[in-house]
């Protein structure tokens, strides 16, 4: 394996997945992957499509059944762990098809799961005002259907809606996919904001350079297999990561 080897000097970890396996039906998907995110970091999950980056994530959300290795969320084993379980914890999912409610207005997708914002244990917390404030567009079209918004106004309400849980980690799936540059600079300046905040966040990404940008460090899978990782700062100019990526 090339790069730095990030799953033994990571410290406190929020997320602590290890010798992760994960099939569906008879096929193999995942082999062995180790995944360590500290609190408040922000780490990358690279690499092209069908690699396993989404089984990955599905499995660490307890929506794969088919699974072996420790996945521990704070500390605590959750490899048997539910996707309700998981969320509980602390574990927020925007998810690539957005997954809003269409028949529900902007309000109610937005307060249906919220938590108070004194409950985040990292600080000032992310209330209906507080995302409201962030994405000015939501404030606009506060009583509309989810259903009537555009995609990029889903992707803000997705991700609003699962900071409005106080989580302590946030799994962000392809959020820019297909939106356009304007909202697409908006999403980024919001991950910066969540990081900032000392949320750790994993985001997957087909623009690898703003992940680089914004990751602590990345982690890089080809057919199931991590094959490079390290530091963002090193990853940038490692002439493998192109290789791997396909650009």
């Known amino acids: 394996m090339a790069g730095t080897d990030m799953t033994t000097a990571t410290a406190d970890p929020i997320l602590d997945a290890r010798a992760i396996h994960a099939w569906y039906g008879s096929s193999h998907v995942l082999h062995g992957v180790d995944l360590v995110i500290a609190r408040g970091e922000t780490v990358g999950l690279l690499g092209r499509n069908g690699m396993g980056k989404s089984t990955l994530i599905r499995t660490l959300l307890g929506h794969v059944a088919q699974r072996e290795g420790q996945i521990r969320l704070f500390g605590e084993d ?3 762990g539910r996707p309700h379980e998981v969320a509980r ?3 927020a999912y925007v998810p690539e098809g957005r997954g809003v409610f269409p028949n529900l207005s902007v309000r109610e997708n937005l307060v249906m799961a919220a938590k108070p914002a004194k409950v985040a244990s990292w600080g000032r ?3 209906l005002e507080r995302v409201l404030e962030t994405f000015p567009r939501l404030a606009e079209r506060i009583g509309h259907p989810g259903g009537q918004l555009s995609g990029g106004e889903q992707q803000m309400l997705s991700i609003g809606r699962a900071l409005m849980t106080q989580p302590e980690l946030v799994i962000l799936d392809e959020a820019t996919e297909g939106l356009a540059p304007l909202i697409v ?3 980024w300046r919001v991950i910066g904001e969540i990081r ?3 949320i750790a966040t994993l985001i997957v990404d087909r623009n690898y350079r703003k992940v680089l940008e914004h990751a602590d ?5 080809q057919k ?3 094959v490079l990782q390290g530091a963002s700062a090193a990853l940038r100019d490692d002439a493998a990561l192109a290789e791997f990526l396909g650009v």
Do not use: K, N, P, Q
Not at 217 to 221: I, S, T
């Open 125 to 127: 917390g992310w209330s």
């Open 224 to 226: 199931g297999t991590v």
């Open 185 to 187: 600079a908006e999403i």
């Open 217 to 221: 460090h990345a982690v890089v899978l």
């Open 196 to 198: 900032a905040d000392g």
């Open 89 to 91: 914890r602390g574990v």
């Open 78 to 80: 959750f490899s048997r």
